[in-house]
């Protein structure tokens, strides 16, 4: 299929995005790397009247470091981080997740913004950045706010930006020293969507154990304190973590089994020795 057809406009500031899609009330869209609404407008799953690039947006490409945490324009690209482009340290997890995404090719194109906007519930920045603790910077007609990451999604394919709100940038806090992260995700072959997904933060100077169950078709389940499902010898409590799943509806037993070993090999890969 092809889609129907709309109205292109390449915008140079924040402020002239939020307003073209104020004015469009409710009918246009914004586009990046185009590595999920692409595939939507072919499919005519999304059939907006007006596509907005905001790829020329300065802001949107930055990246601004201090000792707590990096940000990240929300136009980088998924092969940036890939790469090693965010200086410092305390933020290896990303390069890790960043490698694992789809192909080289979706990478090059696609961004950690984009990624984040369309909220599929498979997506690793999803379950990432809910994990890292990140924080999303948003802007519109009206000004600027802050959004928590695991506030920002709202279920599968549905985040909280208002109809002419932009996604600015996202900040990432950095791991300290002793800091560990554990990531795992289970699908048939590379570059697919995963039908499991755990992560687990571990950084007791800082005062953060996060875990993140992701893949399961709504938003991320998020558990602010890990330690929770752990048993005092610190293995992984498998019947918290089961009591987790019924609270949130996965009844299904592959899923529910996948869930497990998923967070369960993230918990390995986060033990501090």
């Avoid at 707590?68 to 998924?78: E, F, K, P, R």
């Avoid at 893949?215 to 752990?230: F, H, K, N, S, Y």
């Amino acid at each position: 299929m092809k889609p129907t057809a709309f109205d292109f406009i390449r915008v140079g500031s924040l402020a002239e995005a939020s307003r073209n899609l104020k004015e469009a009330g409710g009918a246009a869209r914004l586009v990046a790397g185009g590595q999920s609404l692409g595939p939507m407008l072919n499919l005519r799953l999304a059939r907006p009247q007006l596509l907005i690039d905001i790829t020329g947006i300065p802001e949107l490409t930055q990246i601004s470091a201090t000792d707590d945490a990096v940000t990240l324009g929300s136009c980088i690209t998924t092969a940036n981080i890939e790469d090693g482009r965010i200086p410092g340290r305390g933020l290896e997890p990303l390069a890790a997740v960043a490698a694992n995404i789809a192909y080289r090719a979706v990478r090059n194109r696609g961004t950690i913004g984009g990624s984040f906007c369309h909220a599929d519930p498979a997506a690793d920045w999803v379950s990432t950045l809910c994990a890292l603790g990140a924080e999303c910077l948003i802007s519109g007609v009206d000004g600027k706010r802050r959004l928590p990451a695991d506030q920002f999604i709202l279920g599968a394919y549905e985040n909280a930006l208002a109809p002419d709100e932009v996604l600015e940038a996202i900040r990432i806090p950095r791991l300290s020293p002793r800091g560990r992260w554990g990531y795992y995700k289970i699908c048939r072959k590379a570059g697919e969507f995963a039908s499991a997904m755990g992560a687990i933060l571990n950084d007791p100077d800082r005062n953060r154990f996060r875990a993140v169950i992701g893949a399961t078709q709504g938003r991320p389940i998020v558990m602010p304190d890990w330690c929770e499902l752990q048993r005092a010898d610190e293995t992984i409590d498998e019947t918290a973590i089961l009591h987790v799943l019924d609270r949130h509806g996965i009844t299904n037993s592959v899923a529910r089994r996948q869930q497990m070993a998923a967070l369960s090999r993230a918990y390995e890969q986060a033990k501090i020795q």
